[in-house]
């Protein structure tokens, strides 16, 4: 019993470490329009995990991680949850490369949670968007500030019953600039940071949640191309930024079965100056009849509220 435990222990350790390796001189590199790039089937490989190549997918599968990256695309998915890359995969000679910057900021955090930063997960800031003379996005019977005071309240609720200290940037029919939130976040010194929203577009058919992250410095965001160059507080936990959006994104889509949108990244205002984790959260579109609805629907509002607590849950587990 004794070996066996030694055994396991040895087995773990050695675990830790090959899901710790960088890229090392043993997978084959090259520059893709001046990125240092590596063989993605081969660093998956190093890595414990099957590799397939269909056509233009690529698709990889491990004991702990699974999903599939596209030839000369940004999408990739990571255990069923779509997440968008900082650059494309380029395929040469068949074979994917991805860069080491999204090796390291995109998938290294949700494959190996033991890289990322260890840090209490206890008071939480909810910034729910919009309020006072500024509605928001409107949709046919609703607003968005509305919504959001809604869904952020709820959300208080199942986190305060969970043993957490809620912080709110508003719990009233208020504005507060945009400007002011991270300096309440950082006055709260709140361990992790919600922002809450309601998206809209001009195609009315458009559904579906997305999580947003802070941009890290010298990539673009995900509907551009323009590198960002400056570095930002917030960019000190880009991983765990990550992290938390994928964690919570595949909180909401579990309890409300809505479209997936994606992890995505951007250099929103809220998330650039703020001193702990965190994400905005676009959870509908107004503009869509049936998800406004939803939207306004108070057993909707709990699912998407419990997503949101499962995923802050689920991310504090990961990083213990």
């Not at 435990?5 to 329009?33: H, Q, W």
């Not at 255990?79 to 999204?102: C, E, K, Q």
């Not at 941009?215 to 990550?242: C, E, H, M, W």
């Not at 595949?250 to 994606?262: E, I, V």
């Amino acid at each position: 019993m004794f070996l066996l435990r030694i055994l396991s222990i040895g087995i773990f350790l050695f675990a830790v470490l090959l899901c710790n390796a960088a890229p090392t001189a043993r997978i084959p590199e090259c520059k893709v329009n001046g990125r240092q790039s590596f063989h993605f089937a081969r660093l998956l490989q190093y890595n414990g995990a099957r590799t397939r190549l269909r056509g233009k997918d690529f698709e990889f599968a491990s004991r702990f991680f699974n999903g599939e990256v596209k030839k000369d695309d940004r999408r990739s998915t990571v255990n069923g949850v779509r997440v968008m890359l900082n650059f494309p995969v380029a395929f040469i000679s068949g074979v994917p490369y991805i860069t080491g910057f999204d090796w390291h900021k995109t998938f290294r955090p949700l494959f190996f949670p033991s890289t990322l930063k260890k840090h209490t997960v206890y008071t939480i800031t909810i910034d729910m968007g919009h309020g006072g003379n500024d509605p928001g996005a409107l949709g046919a019977f609703s607003k968005e500030k509305n919504i959001t005071l809604k869904i952020g309240r709820r959300l208080g609720q199942i986190l305060q019953s969970y043993g957490f200290k809620v912080r709110f940037v508003r719990n009233s029919d208020i504005k507060v600039p945009l400007e002011k939130i991270p300096a309440i976040q950082r006055r709260h010194r709140s361990d992790l940071f919600v922002s809450l929203h309601v998206n809209s577009a001009k195609d009315r058919s458009v559904t579906g949640i997305e999580t947003y992250c802070l941009t890290p410095a010298y990539a673009p965001s995900s509907s551009s191309t323009r590198i960002q160059r400056t570095v930002k507080p917030g960019n000190k936990f880009d991983g765990n930024n990550l992290a938390l959006a994928y964690n919570i994104q595949r909180g909401m889509l579990k309890r409300t079965g809505a479209a997936d949108r994606g992890v995505k990244r951007a250099n929103f205002v809220v998330l650039r100056e703020i001193t702990a984790p965190g994400v905005l959260i676009e959870t509908g579109f107004i503009s869509n009849r049936l998800e406004e609805r939803r939207l306004n629907n108070s057993v909707y509002i709990d699912a998407l509220a419990r997503g949101i607590a499962d995923g802050i849950i689920n991310y504090r587990k990961s990083i213990k």
